[in-house]
């Protein structure tokens, strides 16, 4: 089974400084990995994937994340935040023989000035 | 920029009637998902749809739950007697079906907002 637990409901950053969202997951087989942002009134959209390959992938917005197998984690991040980077963020698993998506809870990110 | 669509933003209804969600997939697509989003709690799998048929369901898709691809643009989700507990936002998605790649992307649309009363 697949599993998906995302620490904090809500993250707080001030504009410029770093942003960090924890993912982490539970995959009895070689996992994929997600990060889907949502603004306001729109549907889900894919920030970056992790399959194969490389462990560090970069996605839009000057978003990135790393796999670490040892620590079953996918954590987001971004060096400068901006304002237009607050929405709520959802980390998610599949895997080789299911294309579903299985979600965290979401992590609302709030940006001040 | 292709996009998926999806019709009502928001549709109430009464405990016991039939709702029909509806979805139109990014035109190319041959991959159709619903998930749904109970207030508060994960987005959660509900069925996914190819070549005219479901190629896998949760266990909350239950007989309640149809779907369908009436034509060739749309796609829908039917909830034959709402209960309270449908109350959620459904979210539709696609995805192509590619021949190279271990993922095909899947596109979800704004969703529909459900309340039943």
């Known amino acids: 089974a697949q599993s998906v637990t995302q620490l904090g409901s809500h993250v707080s950053v001030s504009e410029g400084a770093l942003v960090l969202l924890r993912c982490n997951y539970s995959s009895s087989v070689p996992p994929y990995l997600f990060w889907y942002v949502q603004y306001p009134n729109q549907g889900l959209q894919l920030l970056l994937k992790?399959?194969?390959?490389?462990?560090l992938v970069k996605g839009i917005n000057g978003f990135e994340a790393e796999f670490k197998k040892s620590e079953t984690s996918f954590h987001l991040t971004k060096p400068s935040a901006h304002m237009s980077d607050a929405a709520e963020y959802f980390c998610a698993v599949s895997g080789r023989h299911t294309d579903k998506l299985i979600f965290g809870t979401g992590t609302r990110l709030q940006v001040f000035p | 920029e292709p996009e998926v669509t999806q019709t009502p933003s928001h549709q109430v209804t009464q405990m016991g009637q039939e709702v029909i969600l509806r979805c139109v997939p990014i035109s190319n697509h041959l991959y159709f998902y619903w998930y749904r989003q109970i207030l508060g709690q994960k987005v959660e799998f509900l069925v996914s749809f190819y070549n005219n048929e479901i190629s896998e369901k949760s266990e909350i898709f239950d007989d309640q739950f149809s779907v369908e691809r009436p034509d060739g643009s749309n796609f829908t989700l039917k909830i034959r007697s709402t209960k309270l507990e449908d109350s959620a936002m459904y979210f539709c998605?696609?995805?192509?079906?590619?021949?190279?790649?271990?993922?095909?992307?899947?596109?979800f649309g704004p969703g529909t907002r459900l309340t039943v009363l």
């Open positions: 992790y399959t194969t390959g490389a462990t």
């Open positions: 998605a696609s995805s192509e079906d590619l021949p190279s790649g271990p993922y095909n992307e899947q596109f």
